[in-house]
């Protein structure tokens, strides 16, 4: 490749100024006075002379003009160098020998490239660039031959009185200089660093982005090539480019970590509940705190990027929501409680109550609202949340035994359990302990599976006989029906609107007389239910005599003003049990005979109960259906060894 740009001495408009640059003669210094002649002077001799003295002048300056032209066919003219070195008179091939021997220091020649506070000085032939003595000479020959003939003697003319310097042909091999600027780049190569964290403890530290920088090798060796077209040995500045880090912006974050971690995290919340004092029952405010520490905090912490316009990225912290969520899910198990009704005793002899079960308020916690409430805190910088806890007031709490107004037997209602095993009279006892001390509460439905609970031998309960089809069999909780049927007789006697009641499937002589006046329940599907339709709290109260195998459950309160009358039983159907049933049993020795449920006729019987008013005014009316089935006896015979 040949550098094109060769810097001009001579340009058209300044040759044509030397030209018109047109001296005179020197004066001589002697003064001469030309003074006409004394006599006429003829005019045409006088023209002549000058015409002549023009001729001559002319005629020499045509002749000069040959010979100069005649002087340098082939060579260089005079004024013309190249790098310093004069060229003029010399043929071409005389120049490029001259050239070639005076320039050869030329490819040593060093330029100076610079890249911000970098600088490199290699020579013109680490760059791959080479002189070119013919193309130097064919540019010094040229000097004075361009244009027509006015303008190449203007140009000759400029040449002897000025001079014109022709700047050295340098051949470059762009592969050369590529390479070399390759190098250079592996030098200056640097990825990008994205700003990031560094934590000291539990302080986080931002460390800034660094952009990278890469040196564009195709813009470099241009710059390269348009020094040397110039003429110019540097410093020649490399094009260097900025390559910017993917992550710029962690400070925000830096903040946000640290703002979080500042302190622990206290959740907290307020539970009222009751302490027995000397002076009674006094409720106190409990406020209950968890904890979550600073290290527990940093492990929530996660890094969100936010990509900018320009494709780059910041970070911004916040805690992980699905394992806070988790956390907080753990701390909901542990704070969800269902409300307890208060119990009580009630004193005959001294008109008291006295605690038995102090109520507890429900509680339950929303996950989700506690997260926003915690997230909201902490972007405040706050570290104390109270918790969004829900509180389910029991129906019936401690506290309210001041207005309860609890004085005096309302209502009771009586049943006998003679002849029971001992398994039926522990479930009779447990079941009637389970009634014991509940409160209804104006308006309040009583159900007797809502207090029964789990029946099973792990909840204090026995195997007993019970139901089941169409026949008696042992199991679990024989004997719960003899305090249902006591319960009912109660609130019977009360006057209380019976919500739910069912009879048993067959008549239990346990419960007669009077016929009818049952209720059996099998929880969770057969229950009894009666409702306090009053303004006054009532209280069930069980009694139990394991001696004379008396039942009794009583309801405290005040008087209803309600006369309770039962009208019947009636026996509109009765059916015959019909024959007994056998069935073998190898569990009992050849020969034996057991039997397992007795005889009893089957009947439809209704009941009746009027209420009346204190003034014996008729309210209301209920009629009672019991239908019972006809129960054959059943025998088991042994077949075993």
Known sequence: MRVRNVKA????????????????????????????????????????????????????????FWRYQESYVGRIYQGVSAAGVPLGGLSSAQAAAELATRLTPVPGQRLTLRAGDRTWHPTLRELGITFDADATVARAYALGRDGDLQQQLQQQWALLWHGAEVAPVLRRDPAAVDAYLSVLARALAREPRDAHLTWKGLTARAVPDMPGRELDVAASSAAVAAALDQGATGPIELVVRERPAAVVGVDAA???????????????????????????????????????????????????????????????????????????????????????????DYDPATDTLRPLIVSQDGMSLDVDTALAAVETALQRGEHTVSLPVTVTAPR????????????????????????????????????????????????????????????????????????????????????????????????????????????????????????????????????????????????????????????????YGPDTGRRVEMVGPTILEEQPSGSPIYEDDPTLPAGTIKQVDWAHPGATVKLERIIRDAGGNELTRDVFWSDYRPWQARFLRGTGQ
């Open 9 to 64: 001495i001579l340009s058209p408009e300044r040759s044509t100024a030397v030209a018109q640059n047109v001296t005179t003669w020197p004066h001589t210094g002697r003064t001469s006075t030309i003074r006409p002649p004394l006599g006429r002077v003829r005019r045409g001799s006088w023209l002549s002379v000058v015409l002549a003295w023009f001729l001559s002048f002319g005629l020499l300056g045509g002749l000069g």
């Open 396 to 555: 019936v709490s401690t506290g309210e035994a001041a207005k309860m107004n609890i004085h005096g037997l309302a209502a009771s209602g009586h049943s006998n359990f003679r002849t029971s095993p001992p398994e039926r009279e522990i479930n009779v006892a447990e079941t009637a302990r389970r009634m014991h001390g509940v409160v209804i509460p104006p308006g309040g439905e009583f159900s007797f599976n809502e207090y029964l609970g789990w029946v099973v031998d792990a909840t204090g309960y026995a195997e007993g006989y019970i139901i089941v089809g169409n026949q008696t069999q042992v199991d679990v909780g024989g004997g719960v029906c003899q305090v249902s049927t006591t319960v009912f007789r109660a609130a019977f006697n009360a006057g209380f609107p019976i919500t739910e009641r069912h009879a048993h499937g067959y008549r239990v002589s346990y419960y007669e007389p009077p016929l009818g006046w049952d209720a059996t329940v099998f929880s969770p599907w057969v229950d009894l239910k009666f409702k306090n339709d009053t303004q006054n709290y009532y209280l069930v109260e069980s009694e139990v005599n394991l001696r004379t195998k008396d039942l009794t459950i009583n309801l």
């Open 254 to 344: 830096v903040q946000q970590i640290n703002t979080l971690l500042k302190a622990p995290l206290v959740l907290t919340f307020d539970e009222t509940t009751y302490h027995q004092t000397a002076a009674g029952v006094a409720p106190v405010t409990v406020t209950h705190r968890w904890s979550v520490d600073r290290a527990r905090l940093a492990e929530l912490l996660t890094l969100d990027a936010v990509t900018s316009p320009a494709g780059q990225h910041e970070y911004q912290a916040h805690l992980d929501t699905k394992a806070l969520t988790a956390d907080l899910q753990r701390l909901a198990n542990a704070i969800r409680q269902f409300p307890r009704e208060a119990r009580f």
